[in-house]
């Protein structure tokens, strides 16, 4: 139990010297991220890895750089004499969901001095009013042709009870190929209500240029994607229909037989073919186990939108919402800790903060090469 509350405390201490560090450099800036001033002295370019030694075990940062390589951080040098930094760093623990008291305890341990409760809430009011003006950014003067939507469900104390909560998330890939979360919402469910208003938000803020989403197959999502998107072309994840698929077997050796039918329709090289193949195995059940023929026959050409895509590349990529699963693991990892957020606000935080920095790194690095005009031929299904 001692080693498990100790690399508790290593991790929040890595995340209050990687804050302490992102403060410094945007101080060094003279901007935040996305932010445009007159003081603004330089330009981001990325990170670097580095280690710090602690008595709690090695932290692995990420230090970030500037284009002209000007930016030396003093965090290494002397962050435990820091109380600035380390004060400062507090509203990434907010993030984590942890109370005002075990930050308070934690800081006392570490550093040697305390924080209140009026503090530690200033900071989070201020981190707050941040994280709002990054959901309501506009969209408009950039074209997302390409939208990938999902969500996942998180416990959080609400009403006086503990009750499910739905994190939505839009991540938008631009015509220039990079990959962008555009908000982040909650939800009580999946409801057509909940997915309404976050493309009605979307919509107002600019969102324009939507030909293709891929998503799972919620009853609510589709008629809130017919409302608002209804000439984009819908693609049915084909790793959550996968899953929906085996769940309707009833041996191992079918699960492997139906496994390996449907991944080879979906490596067709065309829909033609893929159509073919999936015709063959419809007709392969079809004595054997006729309700799930009849499944397939019904609902398997809804995950064959990615062919209408140009480019094998986007196909690959866009065929199911995997690039959002590691979103939601980090959100996983953090509240293995909180395990219930104490309110809708606590979680709201910590998603929007995760997808902002999760939006700078892939700034780094282009997902999809755009240089193939963004059309849709030949739609297999659209949402309307």
Same mark, same amino acid.
């Given at each position: 139990?001692?080693?498990?509350?100790?690399?508790?405390?290593?991790?929040?201490?890595?995340?209050?010297? &990687?804050?302490?560090?992102?403060?410094?450099?945007?101080?060094?800036?003279?901007?935040?991220?996305?932010?445009?001033?007159?003081?603004?002295?330089?330009?981001?370019?990325?990170?670097?890895?580095?280690?710090?030694?602690?008595?709690?075990?090695?932290?692995?940062?990420?230090?970030?750089?500037?284009?002209?390589?000007?930016?030396?951080?003093?965090?290494?040098?002397?962050?435990?004499?820091?109380?600035?930094?380390?004060?400062?760093?507090?509203?990434?623990?907010?993030?984590?969901?942890?109370?005002?008291?075990?930050?308070?305890?934690?800081?006392?341990?570490?550093?040697?001095?305390?924080?209140?409760?009026? &503090?530690?809430?200033?900071?989070?009011?201020?981190?707050?009013?941040?994280?709002?003006?990054?959901?309501?950014?506009?969209?408009?003067?950039?074209?997302?042709?390409?939208?990938?939507?999902?969500?996942?469900?998180?416990?959080?104390?609400?009403?006086?009870?503990?009750?499910?909560?739905?994190?939505?998330?839009?991540?938008?890939?631009?015509?220039?190929?990079?990959?962008?979360?555009?908000?982040?919402?909650?939800?009580?469910?999946?409801?057509?209500?909940?997915?309404?208003?976050?493309?009605?938000?979307?919509?107002?803020?600019?969102?324009?240029?939507?030909?293709?989403?891929?998503?799972?197959?919620?009853?609510?999502?589709?008629?809130?994607?017919?409302?608002?998107?209804?000439?984009?072309?819908?693609?049915?994840?084909?790793?959550?229909?996968?899953?929906?698929?085996?769940?309707?077997?009833?041996?191992?050796?079918?699960?492997?037989?139906?496994?390996?039918?449907?991944?080879?329709?979906?490596?067709?090289?065309?829909?033609?073919?893929?159509?073919?193949?999936?015709?063959?195995?419809?007709?392969?059940?079809?004595?054997?186990?006729?309700?799930?023929?009849?499944?397939?026959?019904?609902?398997?050409?809804?995950?064959?939108?990615?062919?209408?895509?140009?480019?094998?590349?986007?196909?690959?990529?866009?065929?199911?919402?995997?690039?959002?699963?590691?979103?939601?693991?980090?959100?996983?990892?953090?509240?293995?800790?909180?395990?219930?957020?104490?309110?809708?606000?606590?979680?709201?935080?910590?998603?929007?903060?995760?997808?902002?920095?999760?939006?700078? &790194?892939?700034?780094?690095?282009?997902?999809?090469?755009?240089?193939?005009?963004?059309?849709?031929?030949?739609?297999?299904? &659209?949402?309307?």
């Amino acid at each position: 139990m001692r080693g498990a509350a100790d690399e508790v405390l290593r991790r929040m201490l890595e995340t209050m010297v &990687q804050e302490a560090l992102e403060r410094e450099f945007e101080r060094f800036l003279g901007a935040g991220p996305w932010e445009r001033t007159p003081s603004r002295r330089g330009w981001r370019n990325g990170r670097k890895r580095r280690t710090l030694k602690t008595r709690l075990g090695p932290l692995e940062l990420r230090v970030p750089k500037d284009r002209e390589g000007r930016f030396q951080p003093s965090l290494f040098e002397r962050y435990q004499r820091s109380e600035k930094a380390l004060v400062l760093a507090l509203v990434e623990m907010y993030l984590q969901g942890v109370s005002t008291r075990k930050v308070s305890k934690v800081v006392e341990m570490l550093c040697g001095f305390t924080i209140s409760a009026s &503090q530690v809430s200033a900071l989070t009011k201020k981190l707050d009013a941040e994280l709002e003006a990054w959901r309501s950014r506009s969209l408009a003067g950039t074209r997302y042709p390409y939208l990938v939507v999902d969500a996942h469900v998180e416990k959080v104390r609400r009403e006086g009870r503990v009750r499910s909560t739905a994190v939505l998330w839009v991540v938008g890939i631009s015509e220039a190929g990079y990959r962008e979360h555009l908000g982040v919402w909650l939800g009580a469910s999946e409801s057509v209500e909940s997915w309404s208003r976050v493309f009605s938000d979307l919509v107002q803020r600019g969102l324009e240029g939507v030909s293709y989403v891929v998503s799972d197959e919620h009853v609510g999502l589709l008629q809130a994607l017919r409302r608002y998107f209804p000439e984009a072309e819908h693609q049915r994840c084909t790793v959550h229909y996968l899953r929906n698929a085996l769940s309707k077997t009833s041996s191992k050796a079918l699960e492997a037989e139906l496994k390996s039918a449907l991944k080879d329709v979906w490596a067709a090289p065309g829909l033609k073919e893929a159509k073919a193949r999936l015709a063959r195995l419809v007709d392969s059940l079809r004595e054997r186990h006729p309700s799930l023929a009849d499944w397939l026959e019904e609902t398997a050409e809804e995950t064959l939108g990615f062919f209408s895509l140009p480019d094998p590349a986007h196909r690959r990529r866009l065929a199911s919402t995997n690039g959002i699963e590691h979103d939601h693991a980090e959100i996983r990892r953090r509240t293995r800790v909180v395990r219930i957020f104490p309110n809708e606000a606590s979680l709201l935080r910590l998603a929007t903060a995760l997808a902002a920095e999760r939006n700078e &790194q892939w700034l780094e690095r282009r997902y999809l090469n755009m240089q193939a005009p963004v059309t849709i031929d030949q739609p297999v299904r &659209q949402i309307a």
